[in-house]
């Protein structure tokens, strides 16, 4: 992100505190008056650092070296004239801070000077900081300070900086040792443009060493991950090594892959400014998803996406400080209407899609087990108490009710509505499929039963789509945007914590060559695990294609016999992933028969060759990370 600088001429000393009033009232006239006495200025380096799920926007001075001032010198003499002064302001304006401290920071290659002096502070976002960094520059130009900078970075900016060394032989033997076999690492693909060692360690016996790699517009994510993965190898063999960082910096943004290695799997994600097309911006299964539902933390708050048989993919186009958008595709719902009625012309452009992981035996025997024993409490434990259905508006009603934001993803956004409640009806087809109440609403229900294609409500007419006059019954939004307020209602196959996976990290990835398709077939007698928000099942594949009614619509699925006790899928299943025996992803879930305990899941195959058929994007299978 680049840095806002603005230049001030500075006004004639003051030997007493202003008041804050005082200090914001810096008028033309000093100023002026000012610039007639003085031969310098001030330039002040502004990095309001933003966010995007919950994880700080790269600082503009990451290759920056930065180094102590001599507490001596003039400068520094000067600096200490005012710091309880800048403690006092920041105070005052409630805003948060680590740091405050007088540093030299200058570009790689170059050595410092004095216009390279800069007052540092670390504080947390705030929404205050251009007014405390307009009261700093009055105090510095009241006093005639010298010439020095004044940096804001974020609270959270040490994962992405810090000091180097002090000891400059240490430092000189740590880049030419290693650097050497990063730069073998990297290779020559055209992946990378720079290469920064840092070291924050003081001493040789406390080395932390910073690797910052610049990125081209063509990066891949699965050679990150193995970059990642090699120069975190080769950190742990140097010795003294008490903390490490790896950062890859793109152009307009940084993905950090964290410091040290992350407890399960890597994080992906972060990117400030407009994010380019084809970039990762998934998230990993560090956060936990399992299947159908991921959690995502903007800005303090955690927003819950759902995955059911819709994809949720976020959008290409999204910049830092919005809100995150699940890009909600009907996949698999037989619609009729053309593309270009459906949403405007719009073609999303996929990105990396959800992370799941697929289960080993014991884990899936266990899991059943448990699930089996404890259905009721743990059902309880899932939904939370359920909502009285003749008193809709009561107060549990208040606390646990549904809401969506809906509009398109058009850059108009012309359509706005909210879903607050949603009714599935019942639907048969030769089986009754289990009815979903407001009580027991989810998000993978809704989806899964209207397939975005029916409106429940009257659509007013600044809300219509452009060029339409009406919405009529069938009318699919196929590309809405989604912001679900409410995660334990409708977070859309909640797994249980004491559920867990094992084997390999599974990644589905659409839009981008990763490798060739390997989509396991569904036929009769295919032995499926399906790990959803009702826990686990184990079930066989009975009838490989039959038509079942839903809203009035018919679609195509495949049935799934339980092996064991309880329906294969169960109320808020929709969209769980379905492995083989070999953890191969298979299938999604798409409804259940309470009664009979069939499953109905849509094959791997047929949902990849519908995506193809509405959106032209390339198709990439399951792969390991």
Known sequence: MSAKKFQMLP?????????????RKLNSSEESTASSQSTGSITIDITASEFRLGIPAPMRALPLRTASVDQKSPVSVAYQSIKYDVHWILGELEINYSTLSLVQRWEPGQSPTAADVTILIMADQSP??????????????????????????????HLNFYLPTSNADFKKDWDSSLKARVLSTLGTAGQWRSLTILNRGHTRNTAVPTVTIELTEMADHLWQQVVYQNILEMLEDFPGVVDKHIAFVRPSGLTTLGRNPPPTALPIGAFSGPVPMGSSIGVGSSTGTIGGYVDVSFQGKVHTMGLTNHHVVENDSMTAGKLLYAMILTLSMGLTSSVDEKANGLRPDFTRMHIVKAPSQADTDASIQSFENNRASHRDQLYGPLVDQDDPHGSRRAESGLEFKVQYSSPDDTLEAHYRTAKAKEATCGDRINQVNNADITFGSIFATSGLSRYYGTLQPHQLPLGKTSVKTGNAIDWALINVTNRARIGGNLIPQDLTFGGDDTCLALGQTIGSAQLAEVEPGTKLFKKGRNGTCVGVVSRFEVEIMLEGRRYRAAV??????????????????CFNERGTFCALGFAGCEESGAGYVLPTSWIYDDILARTGAEIVNPRLL
């Open 11 to 23: 006004t004639p000393p003051s030997s007493q505190r202003s008041s804050r009033a005082e200090r």
């Open 128 to 157: 205050h900081w251009q007014a405390a960094l307009n009261e700093i520059q009055t105090l510095i130009i009241k006093k005639r300070l010298p010439f020095m900078r004044l940096e804001i970075m974020n609270e959270k900016a």
């Open 560 to 577: 799934v016999m339980p092996t064991n006790v309880g329906p294969f899928l169960f109320n808020g299943d929709s969209g769980c992933f």
